[in-house]
């Protein structure tokens, strides 16, 4: 084991397992963790599942839909940095809990619902509950998950991300088009409640040991060079991301001319591999920790490389002609599981512990206008132009920015000393030689 600096027991005291994270507890806390994410991913997107069953039944225009789609978006981001200091200050157990509860309700509640005005509402609510979700994971991830084990923890959550939008496209538009969105909504946020009880008995409460006053508040952690960096990093995936989301089934139905069968399957494969690549990349990662190399550089290295070969291949893909492009898209969804793959854990070590949940709500804030950004500007540019193209141009090049930033903005990788850093000197917690926790 590396040695710390001077001012690092209490900081090893709280990175070492407490003795009821046996590894059986802990496995299965990541995978609620990871089920609560694909959950979550499954929630914000299934609006765009029943969107066309919406608009004829409530008779809105495409604007009213457009705004349906969006108001998730505006709730979600702003709440992120609140969301942050909720998870630093009390405990997360039962702040994930809260938010957890409210947005299956608010699912299943949809259901029920008619008008345009009851459904834009109870969007802004889930927004709300989903909030706390990235901000709770990032908490658990960086205070039990450490050294070695923070590869894999990071790509589970990558993989639920992931697998919610396989989901979407390979189940849910079989579901809707055989029982209607209503029974979808309902089913779905009845049986997202299930995973309450099982996470109450699993989620270890917030150990009673008093931690140091942290003089580091919001505004001195965005003075923080690198907190920019990360929140450019992720707007550049996230851009990515909800670009593939919206924008994927419609271009290959009316861009490719694929039938509606052959989209979900295709979409579908895209976001499957995407899920195995953050778990391979996870696994790959905590291997290379565990025979010596930085955790830092080994995070840092895959999101750029992840970041620029997904670039790439969705330039070529749009490019492409019909025998290879689905091949190209599935390239493309390897490289977007590398980045998400790793690029949490990059934050969780940079932020530590007991700041990780304030940085990753600024982050989250920044990261998730990409959600507003890449569906609207897609829809201009394909009206001003005619073609889908420009849109895949305007990904990759957003995606290089992200990789530049991973490079230039953040620079090493190291837990940042906080107390120091508030006395205006902004210096690692560890020693050159970085910490590996067994």
């Known amino acids: 084991m590396a040695v710390l600096g001077t001012d690092n027991s209490s900081q090893l005291k709280s990175a070492a397992p407490s003795a009821f994270e046996s590894r059986g507890r802990m496995n299965a806390l990541l995978l609620l963790v990871g ?11 299934n609006l765009s599942i029943a969107a066309s069953l919406i608009k004829d039944e409530l008779k809105i225009s495409a604007s009213q839909l457009g ?8 709730t979600y981001a702003l709440m992120q940095i609140p969301a942050g200091w909720l998870v630093d200050r009390f405990d997360v157990k039962w702040v994930f809990a809260f938010g957890f509860f409210i947005w299956s309700a608010s699912t299943a509640v949809t259901g029920i619902l008619h008008g345009f005005a009851a459904l834009l509402a109870i969007r802004v609510i889930l927004g709300l509950g989903e909030s706390v979700a990235f901000p709770s ?3 658990i991830l960086g205070t039990h998950f450490h050294g070695s084990r923070r590869g894999v923890a990071n790509a589970v959550v990558a993989a639920g991300l992931s697998l919610g939008p396989a989901l979407g496209m390979f189940v849910g538009g079989t579901v809707v088009g055989r029982f209607g969105w209503r029974p979808f909504f309902l089913a779905l946020g009845l049986l997202g409640l299930l995973w309450l009880g099982p996470w109450v008995l699993v989620m270890p409460r917030r150990t009673a040991a008093p931690h140091r006053k942290h003089h580091a508040g919001l505004l001195h952690i965005l003075r923080h060079q ?4 990360t929140c450019v990093g992720l707007f550049a995936l996230n851009y990515a991301l909800y670009f593939l989301v919206t924008w994927l089934p419609f271009y290959l139905v009316r861009g490719r001319g694929l039938a509606m069968g052959q989209m979900a399957r295709v979409g579908g494969l895209v976001f499957l591999v995407a899920a195995l690549s953050a778990l391979a990349a996870g696994k790959l990662a905590d291997r290379w920790v565990a025979l010596g190399h930085s ?4 995070h840092k290295g895959m999101v750029v490389v992840g970041s620029l070969g997904l670039g790439a291949f969705l330039v070529v893909s749009v490019v492409a002609p019909a025998n290879l492009f689905i091949w190209t898209l599935v390239c493309a969804g390897f490289f977007e599981g590398m980045i998400a793959g790793n690029l949490w854990a990059i934050t969780q070590i940079m932020a530590g512990p007991r700041l990780v ?3 990753v709500g600024v982050q989250n804030f920044i990261g998730n206008f990409a959600g507003v ?6 829809g201009y540019l394909l009206d001003r132009t005619g073609l889908y193209r420009w849109s895949f141009f305007v990904t990759a090049a957003v995606l290089g920015v992200g990789a530049l930033s991973w490079i230039f903005l953040v620079g090493p990788v190291q837990e940042v000393n906080w107390e120091k850093s508030s006395a205006g000197m902004v210096v690692p917690a560890y020693s050159a030689t970085e910490a590996r926790l067994p």
């Open 295 to 298: 955790a830092g550089k080994v």
């Open 67 to 74: 705004m349906l789609l969006s108001a998730f978006f505006w």
């Open 35 to 45: 089920l609560s994410v694909l959950i979550n991913y499954i929630d914000r997107s």
């Open 137 to 139: 994971c990032a908490k």
């Open 373 to 378: 950004v890449a569906p609207w500007l897609t």
């Open 357 to 359: 949940g304030r940085w």
């Open 226 to 229: 690198p907190v920019w960096g």
